[in-house]
């Protein structure tokens, strides 16, 4: 296996259009490890969701490349899943909530018994077990996005990438499931690319916190976040350097929005 899980290697995405071409990503370059959790931030329109697409091999680049495991990404890799803001979109509402977490499970040749394992696990781990037998509709907003996470975490893949998953719901649930995320992370080593708008969030978060500039977007700052494994939510973000890390990310994501970072060889 490749030293590095994820490479993001000089992407650039050019849109074409009738008034012309319009450069989303000028030049993204960066690396990610097995069991690294890593945080995406940057200003509103910086390009964040044309990144994962492309990682996720959605989206094809101009130019660069997306290497998971050192292979090139072409198509969407049969070892990443995905979990996105829209959480009522990505369930099937005539499933099940233990029909949608199987799902995918019946693409990788697996038993039934085998499924059945493998969901137990991924809605105990979410704290779901007990909503097994009910349909998304009858489910809270934050309940429904849990599914969305343990269908990912049942498919066992070696990164989940969440795009702005938490945007959709209410501080106390957002901070509900900023901790399964933390714990699905520390106690089952997933590698979790993780993309918000909330620059507390990726400090509470990361392992790492990369800024993005303002389109066309480069990497502007890749930070290591030199907090402790263990957090909580008082006493984490009561800490002096919590407040030096996110008041660091929230002036470098001003920087980006006002064109002040200058992006390197330029």
């Known amino acids: 296996m490749a030293e590095n899980l994820l490479t993001v290697k000089n992407l650039m995405k050019v849109y074409e259009s009738s008034t012309g071409s319009v450069e989303a990503i000028a030049d993204i370059s960066f690396e990610m490890k097995a069991g690294e959790l890593v945080c995406i931030v940057g200003p509103s329109g910086c390009g964040k969701t044309t990144l994962l697409k492309c990682i996720a091999g959605l989206l094809k680049p101009t130019s660069g490349e997306v290497l998971m495991d050192g292979v090139k990404v072409t198509a969407p890799p049969a070892s990443m899943a ?5 959480y009522g979109r990505s ?7 233990r029909g949608n977490v199987e799902l995918p499970l019946k693409h990788k040749g697996l038993t039934k018994e085998q499924r059945q394992t493998l969901v137990d696990d991924a809605l105990e781990a ?23 996470i343990a269908r990912a975490v049942a498919y066992e893949p070696e ?3 969440m795009d702005e998953p938490f945007a959709a719901v209410d501080a106390q649930t957002r901070a509900d499931l900023e901790d399964l ?17 909330d620059i507390d969030e990726s400090v509470y978060l990361g392992e790492r916190v990369i800024v993005l500039s303002s389109s066309p977007t480069w990497v502007q700052e890749d930070l290591e976040i030199d907090l402790a494994p263990e957090r909580d939510q008082i ?13 660091h990310v929230y002036e470098q994501v001003q920087r980006a929005k006002r064109g002040e970072a200058v992006r390197p060889g330029t």
């Open 235 to 247: 006493t984490t973000r009561a800490l002096p350097r919590f407040t030096e890390l996110r008041t």
């Open 181 to 197: 995320v933390r714990k699905l992370h520390t106690e089952r080593g997933i590698s979790i690319l993780f993309v918000t708008h």
């Open 82 to 86: 995905l979990v996105f803001q829209e």
């Open 159 to 161: 990164v989940l990438i």
């Open 126 to 148: 979410v704290g779901l077990s007990h909503a097994d037998k009910s349909y998304p509709w009858q489910l809270s907003g934050g309940m429904q996005q849990r599914v969305a």
């Open 91 to 97: 369930l099937y509402p005539w499933l099940t909530v």
